[in-house]
Each structure stands twice: as structure tokens, then as C-alpha cells.
């Protein structure tokens, strides 16, 4: 595998204007702690990725749109000729907002949406009318021909509506539909009672399987599920079928499971670069460090580059090239991100 940065989310603020359950930043709409950088340093931190590599940079959050100067960093993104991306929660989509959205070249948006009804996304977002900003922001970029992918978090609370999400943003002309496995990180740990259990999480990728088999518009990966690439290529074996798995358009997904650190990170608000958006340990800081040092060289990274490090099941298991297990998952669940991941049920062949 050539590890080479491909996709960099960017915390570009910590404020947000809800407060989801699972948010794994724990935003607020005042973070003291974790103040917004200037414009000036983003533009240095643009610098500093582009004069290594030139991966898709999603501006994220928090909520970006609440940064007075996101569609000059934005800009400058784009004028570095990075393929620049936003992810918004959609309360704050204005018509002028998608002005700027064409007029920077941001490539994509992406959206979360939790519910097929308002009471059910409200209820994960926290706030009466998320649902119908969501909706409306949709309504929008339709509007204005921007593409849009929409990311959706389940949890026991919200499970029984995934198959009407999934249809609703079908109908909703959206590019691609990325179901996301939570990681129990920020707030996520306040919710760790409410996560699917393992043998859920199997029919729940096992529909993902046969409903993504006969999808042939709508692009749909499950994120941050890695062992749906063995469920993959179990069922497509035991089918007789081979699968043609189709590009994914600006996901961290594709090649393998498991990306973190290898093909993806995260740069939070104050310059630490992450393995991913729910492993909070960093590598090192691109304020004070050159990202192409960070990237080649910090322990941290070179670790979860080595397969053969990995702990348990994982360590022995023979899809761990194409999988390898949530690192963050295996983190947040034990203390070590070179253990198992706890929501596979999958015993190797080594260990029978
Ligand atoms: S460690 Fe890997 S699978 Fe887990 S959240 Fe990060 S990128 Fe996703
Ligand atoms: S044991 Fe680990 S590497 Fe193997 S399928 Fe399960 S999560 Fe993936």
C-alpha cells in the first residue's frame, strides 16, 4: 500500500450552532479552549499540505459556515489547486451561501442527516428545526446544481429508520450516501449504551450489501465499518457474484477499510494532525511542524501502517490488509489502538 495523504478533513472551527449526541468534538457555539486560527494561518497551513501532496481538503467543523472567512480559505484552497470540499450540518445554507459554494469551486458538500423524520434527526441533533434546515439546504443545492453527499450516524435510537433514509436520499438526488459506524469519541462516549450491538451491526451491513448490489445511481459505502470489506467478500464468494464496486467521490473510503493515517487524517482547530476524525491522539502539530514530517514520520502513523503490529483477532485475521479493524473503535473501547476492533464478530481462520 502507498501511504500517501488522499483526503484531509479540517477542523476549520470548533464552534457549532447544535449539539449533536455522537459529535465527537464536543462543539458548542462558544469554545474558549479551542479558539478559531486566522485566515493568515490557514493560508500557512494550506501552504504547508500543498507543498507535499495534493489531497481533497474538506473544510469541517464544528459548523465551518460560522467562520466569517471560510470561502476565502476556501478560495485559497482552490487557488493552490487543492479540490476543496465542505461539510456543513445544513442549518446555515443561504442562497448566498451557495453562491459562494460555485464561486469557490468547492467540489462537494456533504450533509449529515440522522432521521428520515424530523422528530428522529432533531432528537440526534439536539434541535427542534435541524431537520427542516437540512431539508431546505437540499432544496438549495438542487437549486443551484451543487453536488451533495449526505453522511448518516446510527446508533439504537435511530436504527429502524435506515432503510427510508437511505430512499429518502435517493429521491433527494444526492451523489452518494456514506452510512457511518460511531466511534463512542467526545460526546459519542456519553452515548456508548446506545450503540448497535455487534450481531446488529452484521444485518445492518448485510442489508448494506444487497441494497449497494443493486444501487446502480446513488454511490453508498458504510464508513468506518472496515469489516464490511470482509463482509463483502464473503457474500460475493458465497453468492458466486463477483461485485463491481464502483469509485467513491471524495470519501475517505475505497481501497481498504480502514484508512486512518495511511490515506486520511485530520488537522483539528489547533494544528494537530490526527489519524482521523474520531482518534484523538495526534502524530504531531503543522504549526510547528512540516506536514510532510508529521506525515512520513511520526511514530503514531508508521504504527498503524504496520499490519502486522495489530493485536487479537486482528492481528491474526487474513482480511486485515483490506480491513484492519477501527483503530479509533479499538481506542476508545480499550486504551489501545493496536487492539481488536470490538464490533467484529469475525474469528480468523488462524484462530479456529
Ligand atoms: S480509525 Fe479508521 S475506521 Fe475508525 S473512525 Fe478512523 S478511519 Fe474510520
Ligand atoms: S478481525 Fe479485524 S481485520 Fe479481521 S475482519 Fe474483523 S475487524 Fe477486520
Known amino acids: 500500500m502507498n501511504f500517501e495523504p488522499k483526503w484531509i478533513a479540517w477542523e476549520t472551527t470548533r464552534r457549532c450552532n447544535l449539539k449533536c449526541v455522537h459529535c465527537r468534538s464536543s462543539s458548542e457555539l462558544d469554545v474558549v479552549a479551542h479558539p478559531d486560527f486566522s485566515l493568515q494561518e490557514a493560508k500557512q497551513i494550506i501552504d504547508k499540505i500543498t507543498s507535499y501532496a495534493k489531497p481533497v481538503l474538506v473544510l469541517s467543523g464544528g459548523e465551518p459556515l460560522l467562520r466569517e472567512d471560510i470561502f476565502d480559505i476556501a478560495q485559497y ?23 459562494k459554494i460555485k464561486k469557490t469551486n468547492i467540489r462537494m458538500v456533504s450533509l449529515s442527516l440522522d432521521g428520515a423524520t424530523a422528530a428522529t434527526h432533531d432528537d440526534f441533533r439536539n434541535q427542534k428545526g435541524a431537520f427542516t434546515g437540512t431539508m431546505h439546504a437540499i432544496e438549495l443545492f438542487q437549486k443551484y446544481d451543487i453536488p451533495f453527499l449526505v453522511n448518516s450516524s446510527f446508533t439504537v435510537r435511530n436504527r429502524h429508520e435506515i432503510p427510508d433514509i437511505y430512499r429518502l436520499v435517493k429521491e433527494k438526488g444526492a451523489t452518494a450516501w456514506y452510512m457511518f459506524m460511531i466511534v463512542p469519541t467526545g460526546r459519542g462516549e456519553e452515548i456508548m449504551e446506545e450503540l448497535i450491538p455487534v450481531d446488529v451491526y452484521d444485518e445492518i451491513l448485510e442489508w448494506h450489501y444487497q441494497t449497494e448490489k443493486n444501487e446502480d445511481a446513488l454511490l453508498m459505502r458504510p464508513t468506518c465499518a472496515p469489516h464490511y470489506y470482509r463482509i463483502v467478500r464473503q457474500k460475493a464468494q ?11 467521490q471524495f470519501s475517505t473510503g475505497g481501497s481498504k477499510g480502514c484508512l486512518a493515517g495511511q490515506l486520511i487524517c485530520l488537522i483539528d482547530v489547533d494544528g494537530e494532525v490526527l489519524p482521523c476524525s474520531y482518534f484523538p491522539k495526534s502524530a504531531g502539530n503543522i504549526k510547528t511542524e512540516s506536514f510532510q514530517h508529521i506525515w512520513e514520520d511520526a511514530p503514531l502513523f508508521k504504527e498503524l501502517r504496520d499490519f502486522k503490529n495489530y493485536k487479537g483477532s486482528c492481528g491474526c485475521c487474513e482480511y486485515v490488509n483490506v480491513c484492519g479493524g477501527c483503530r479509533a473503535r479499538a481506542y476508545a473501547m480499550t486504551g489501545d489502538y493496536l487492539a481488536e476492533e470490538p464490533f467484529c464478530s469475525y474469528t480468523p481462520k488462524k484462530m479456529r
Open 77 to 99: 484552497g482552490t487557488d493552490q489547486g487543492l479540490r476543496m470540499c465542505l461539510a456543513t450540518n445544513g442549518t446555515l445554507v443561504t442562497d448566498e451561501v451557495c453562491l
Open 238 to 248: 458465497e453468492e458466486g457474484e463477483t461485485f463491481t464496486r464502483r469509485n467513491l
